[in-house]
């Protein structure tokens, strides 16, 4: 094993303790394929699952895996229409899981979530029974504002360009603190502890995943 594999460990089983300190739950899966099986196990046949903004999900292979198992899988992306979307995200906040990520995690266990349409800080905050959380080591930070200014500078300027969103980061690469129509960054979701137990699992991934 490398000194960083070794590294990693550590790091992920002190957050996974400080995780536990705030009634969250933790794992460390040293590989994606890992990662993917973990995920798969903690969800039960038959469940119903939804998701959203996580690239690491996809990149995982879990969006590929569920959809050969037996689940209900309530997708917001097959909506044809506003009224259909809306219907869907009602059903979404009912769901059994809550697949995301985290845009940045503290060493000491707080998850960091920042977004625009903000259905994925909805849902993480209220809703659904179970979020479970990927989390590729990269999304690690020594503390709050690191991992803001982690957001803002590693996560939001990709994701702007990715959801085609007219922004001064989507143009140059660095966050200008805007208030412009196509803001990514309208809600600031602070996780720091959960009331209920067993709700929110996170499973932290040894490799470079999301942003
Ligand atoms: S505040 Fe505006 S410029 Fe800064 S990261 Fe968010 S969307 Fe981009």
């Known amino acids: 094993m490398s000194y960083k594999s070794l590294s990693y460990e550590n790091t992920a089983a002190s ?10 739950t933790g794992y460390y899966c040293a590989t994606k394929e890992e990662a993917r099986e ?14 959203g903004g996580t ?6 292979g879990v969006f590929d895996a569920i959809r050969e198992k037996n689940y209900e899988l309530i ?3 097959t909506a044809k229409t506003p009224e259909e979307s809306r219907a869907l995200y009602a059903k979404m906040v009912c769901a059994d899981y809550f697949l995301t990520s985290a845009n940045a995690i503290t060493l000491d266990g707080e998850i960091v979530n920042i977004d625009g349409n903000s259905n994925r800080v909805a849902c993480i905050a209220y809703g659904p029974s179970h979020v479970i959380i990927a989390a590729g080591m990269n999304k690690l930070a020594a503390n709050l504002d690191a991992a803001i ?12 360009v990715r959801v085609g969103a007219s ?28 009331r209920h137990d067993g709700r929110i699992i996170v499973i932290l991934v040894g490799e470079e995943l999301g942003f």
Request: aromatic share 2%; with cysteine; glycine share 2%.
């Open 55 to 60: 690239e690491t999900m996809t990149q995982l």
């Open 167 to 194: 922004t001064p980061c989507a143009r140059t690469g660095v966050c200008a603190d805007c208030l412009s129509p196509d803001s990514i960054c309208c809600q600031t979701l602070i996780t720091r502890k959960s």
């Open 38 to 51: 973990k995920v798969l196990s903690l969800i039960p046949e038959g469940s119903s699952i939804t998701w």
């Open 15 to 24: 957050v996974i303790r400080n995780l536990e300190k705030r009634n969250m």
């Open 75 to 77: 997708d917001r992306a």
């Open 149 to 160: 200014a982690r957001v803002k500078t590693f996560a939001c300027p990709p994701n702007a």
